[in-house]
């Protein structure tokens, strides 16, 4: 459909986006089996308190993992996409901006899914996600054939709005009937992750104003990885005296690592 309406060119910045986001979710997937493995523990010995600590940790975790990535790229994105793509590639900074968010709640999505299963809660899963796909159909030409009456600069940015927006609401849906089934708070992992993700872009945002008035330097990938270093330096030190808002109380590493075969 991006094909038939904004042509080659949408496409290719579309397609470039999603392969930035992706790598991104490289860095949070490989924890997946392992969560996956703890759910299905707790729930074959019925032990909802366990199960409740674990999406509180191990939830909270992934998403100040993925909210970390993500948040660097969403504000360097214009400087992401000049590495990565060339120049060539300049006006697909606004899809990678709004792409770039897209792995934060893919996370949430990956786990909910993982629970949904572990939970034998196959038939409710399969209804959200049609319920979702379904009406993400119906919407899809919408936006796309009627972008500039949205007020969207292109076709890809309005497909990339659309795929961050559904991918939110249909993630939040599954987390909360996660969370009733297992008697954790809904409200406070919602609340954990619209602050975090303030927190990252706030930082994220003040490093970028701090090197753009005083580091002088033409060379993109420099700033990039100086900007990261300082960046990655802060949140090592927040994670250290803020352990539970990070995801990392009750040791959840240690349990990570005792799950490894």
């Known amino acids: 459909l991006l094909q038939l309406v904004g042509g080659d060119e949408q496409q290719g910045f579309y397609a470039f986006a999603f392969v930035i986001a992706s790598i991104c979710m490289l860095f949070t997937s490989a924890f997946i089996p392992l969560i996956w493995r703890e ?7 019925d032990n909802k308190k366990y199960l409740s600590d674990t999406i509180d940790s191990s939830f909270k975790f992934l998403f100040v993992l993925s909210s ?11 400087l992401v996409t000049l590495v990565a793509g060339g120049e060539q590639y300049e006006e697909a900074v606004a899809v990678v901006l709004i792409m770039s968010l897209y792995p934060i709640h893919q ?47 292109s076709a890809a940015v309005a497909l990339a709005l659309k795929m961050v927006i559904w991918q939110y609401f249909g993630v939040n849906t599954q987390l909360y009937f996660n969370c009733s089934h297992a008697g954790s708070s809904f409200f406070r992992l919602a ?7 303030f927190i990252m872009l706030f930082l994220c945002l003040g490093i970028r104003n701090f090197y753009d008035d005083f580091l ?9 990885a ?10 090592l030190i927040l994670s250290y005296f803020f352990k539970s808002s990070f995801g990392i109380k009750n040791n959840i590493l240690d349990k990570l690592t005792v799950l490894k075969p």
Request: charged share 5%; with cysteine.
């Open 39 to 45: 759910i299905t523990l707790n729930v074959s010995q």
């Open 68 to 78: 970390v990535i993500c948040s660097f790229l969403f504000v360097f994105s214009d």
């Open 107 to 153: 996370t949430y999505g990956q786990l909910s899914s993982a629970m949904f299963l572990a939970l034998s809660q196959t038939e409710l899963y399969s209804k959200i996600a049609v319920s979702y796909i379904l009406a993400g159909l119906f919407v899809s030409p919408i936006l796309l054939f009627n972008f500039e009456y949205f007020g969207i600069e």
């Open 191 to 197: 609340l954990h992750q619209h602050l975090i993700i």
């Open 216 to 224: 002088l330097i033409d060379n993109h990938m420099i700033v990039l």
């Open 226 to 235: 100086l900007s990261f270093f300082s960046y990655s330096t802060i949140i």
